[in-house]
């Protein structure tokens, strides 16, 4: 068939036409290919960046920037193949550049960044880095940079607005890399369309291949926050700390440790739910970040433990700091519907000591938090050797007062009271002592704040009055023992209840049982005090107030409660023989205001003839000191009762008195 010239001519242009229409058709869809694949990246890095950076929305609004939120920019930016980024507000005005690593001032709106802004629609373009770039950002940028796509994004906010945009280069040299070997591999003469095939499937499987790797990057990153308060991590932390000094950033001689705990986070938890607790601490972690400025930071290491790391030049300065963070945080905040607030304790760890390791200025700052919270938390302390040893000591005392009960490490010492006139004894005051493992005993001064302290004092108060009460069965009647109460012992209001059955148990006649407690049982508005004393009086037992004098001295409280006896605190007969007419007025005046408010009178802590004369003289009814018994083990009760109606017997003193003592024979 003659096909004719014109035809093949036709014909060849035809061909030729459909070639490079089918070239310039695979050169388009790679172009498309390449503009969504940076789009999705730069989309993929936005969305990254926007839930790691802590208080992202605020950082587009107002421009403010925390030492966390650069700190996440800056890692952020290193994932991702984003060579170089801005970011612009929702008036389309650059707030954060790239190139300048932190806030750059506002400027006019970008065209760009206002275009996207109207349209919400993001704009890609590809080409060669020169066609973006000047030629300091290409040199600057990843060695091997041969193509780019430049992307500019809408962010949204969680409720759907536009926050702001983001202007992301991209690079593409590898993809476009590998599609330029597909396409040189296979015949140009293959079909244009059947090359264009498989070069979208091998671009798709080279996506693939590097979404994958970039996950692993997100991992890595994730690895480092704590999502939580978008802190460092405890890792991440070590991590940011080990370069910062590396680089010279921080100076270890200028380096603050500061462990931070929030005050009774587990009530804040327990009250209010976890979801709650996690909006609590996500608000701590961002006060926290608001209130450091670069080169400080902070990290969460679990729990509600943060730790901060800061440059200052000496101990006042770290002290300003801690209270700067101590009222941030102390102001109320709304989480989940419900108004919560609360306090935290700082530990401060500041020495001009190179060679510390950051474990040893954390266990440190560790130790001074640990006297913070002992002090009665929201407060801060430092740390200082003398700390050391204290706490050394208190976690010895505190690990006997735990174990106590267990190991049988209590036991009670019973020091006599007598009558003033017959010198007869009339009863044992129980004292409770604490003797260590290693033989060390350890006084009730110190013991008993810190069995308070760590709610041991309710257990151990019960085996006092338990173990007293039992002796007292053993002794003749009606020799009483008196037992001293802790305000403690009242809080949780079962004290009465817990008395009544020691009485129940031993068989113990109340009226020979004696409770000591002390004015700041009444003075503590927490506790229901009339109640519970109405109820101790109502099973029978008689109530002594202790240490009068030495607290608020009330006459009001005497009055209210009529007590049965009013013990003097030693510190008023210490000396009183030495003292001056004054001293004397006042002791006499308490023993006048006892017998008026009809209580029975007894001064502690009598120690010489001269102390017991002048008591005598002022009417003092009972004695208790050294004079006549120290605290004795149970066991040498007998023969002190022996040896002290012996000792009546002859210097002729009679068994008379308003409390009538025990014959020896009944011993
Ligand atoms: P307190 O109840 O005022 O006990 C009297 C303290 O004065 C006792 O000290 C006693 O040994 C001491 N004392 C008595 N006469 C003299 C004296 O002539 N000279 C001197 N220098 N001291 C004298 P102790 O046994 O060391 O107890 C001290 C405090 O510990 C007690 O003061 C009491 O507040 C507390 N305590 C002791 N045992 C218990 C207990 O079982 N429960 C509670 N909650 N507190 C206890
Ligand atoms: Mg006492």
């Known amino acids: 068939m003659n096909i004719g010239k014109p035809k093949i001519i036709a014909g060849a242009i035809g061909l030729v036409m459909l070639m490079v229409g089918a070239n310039y058709g695979q050169f388009e869809v790679v172009e498309y290919g390449l503009r969504a694949e940076a789009a999705r ?15 992202s929305e605020n950082l587009l609004s107002t421009n403010a920037f925390s030492a966390e939120q650069l700190a996440t920019l800056q890692e952020t930016a290193e994932f991702g193949d984003i060579v170089k980024y801005q970011l612009y507000d929702a008036s389309g005005k650059l707030v954060v550049d790239h190139a300048s690593g932190s806030a750059a001032a506002t400027g006019a709106g ?7 802004l109207r349209s919400g629609k993001a704009i890609a373009s590809v080409g060669s880095p020169d066609r973006f770039l000047t030629d300091a950002q290409a040199n600057s940028a990843a060695s091997g940079l041969t193509f780019i796509a430049k992307v500019v994004l809408p962010i949204h906010r969680a409720d759907g607005r536009i926050a702001g945009v983001v202007l992301a280069y991209v690079d593409q040299s590898e993809v476009r890399a590998a599609f330029r070997i597909a396409t040189n591999t296979l015949s140009i003469t293959l079909s244009s369309i059947f090359t264009i095939t498989l070069g979208g499937l091998f671009i798709g499987f080279l996506v693939a291949r590097k979404r994958e790797g970039k996950s692993r990057q997100h991992v890595d990153f994730l690895a480092k926050y704590d999502q939580l308060s978008h802190l460092y991590n405890r890792a991440g932390f070590k991590e940011k700390l080990e370069a910062n000094v590396a ?3 921080i100076d270890p001689a200028r380096m603050v440790v500061m462990f931070v705990d929030i005050d009774h986070f587990k009530h804040i938890n327990d009250t209010y739910g976890h979801k709650a607790g996690d909006g609590f601490l996500n608000h701590v972690g961002q006060t926290i970040s608001k209130c450091l400025q670069a080169p400080d930071f902070a990290g969460r290491f679990g729990g509600d433990e943060f730790v901060i790391v800061a440059q200052r030049s000496d101990l006042a ?5 801690a209270e700067h963070l101590q009222s941030m945080i102390s102001t109320p905040i709304i989480v989940d519907g419900e108004t919560i607030s609360t306090s935290i304790s700082i530990g401060i760890h500041f020495e001009n000591h190179q060679s510390f390791t950051f474990d040893q200025r954390m266990h440190k700052a560790d130790l001074a938090l640990y006297q913070a919270k002992a002090d009665g938390r929201n407060t801060h302390r430092f740390f200082t050797n003398e700390l050391e ?22 036991s009670l010492a019973y020091q006599p009271l007598l009558q003033e006139d017959s010198l007869k004894c009339i009863g044992f005051q129980a004292l409770l002592r604490l003797v260590d493992k290693d033989g060390e005993s350890i006084p009730p001064e110190e013991f008993i704040p810190v069995a308070e302290s760590v709610g041991a004092i309710g257990p151990i108060g019960l085996w006092v009055l338990n173990t007293a009460a039992e002796a007292a069965c053993a002794w003749p009647e009606p020799l009483s023992v008196s037992v001293n109460l802790s305000v403690r012992q009242f809080a949780d209001g079962h004290l009465a209840e817990a008395v009544s059955q020691t009485l129940t148990r031993t068989g113990l006649d109340p009226r020979r049982l004696e409770l000591e407690i002390t004015e700041s049982l009444l003075m503590d508005a927490s506790i229901d005090a009339d109640a519970q004393l109405s ?21 009001g409280y005497l009055w209210k409660y009529g007590f049965d006896k009013l013990k003097i605190d030693r ?6 023989e030495d003292r001056d007419v004054r001293a004397r007025e006042i002791l006499e005046t308490i023993i006048v205001l006892g017998h008026r408010l009809n209580m029975v009178v007894i001064a502690e802590g009598v120690e010489n003839k001269a102390q017991a004369d002048i008591l005598s003289g002022m009417s003092c009814d009972q004695f208790q000191g050294f004079l006549y018994g120290r605290p004795m083990p149970a066991e040498d009760l007998p023969g002190f009762l022996l040896k002290n109606a012996t000792t009546r017997n ?12 025990p014959e020896i024979g009944q011993l």
């Not at 040893?389 to 209590?410: D, M, P």
């Open 41 to 55: 990246e730069a989309d993929h890095w936005a969305q990254q960046f926007f839930r790691n950076t802590p208080d």
């Open 247 to 249: 680089s010279g950033i």
């Open 317 to 321: 300065e770290a002290g300003r700091l």
């Open 535 to 555: 109820a101790l009086r109502d099973l029978g037992v008689s109530i002594a107030m202790d240490d009068f004098g030495t607290g608020y001295s009330s006459l």
């Open 389 to 410: 040893l204290g706490i050394a000591r208190r976690r010895k005392v505190e690990s006997a007062v735990l174990n106590g009960l267990n190991q049988g490490l209590f």
């Open 650 to 661: 002859e210097q002729g003193l009679s068994g008379e008195s308003r409390i009538s003592g």
């Open 110 to 116: 970008d065209e760009q960044a206002l275009d996207v």
């Open 571 to 576: 510190s008023f007969v210490i000396g009183i």
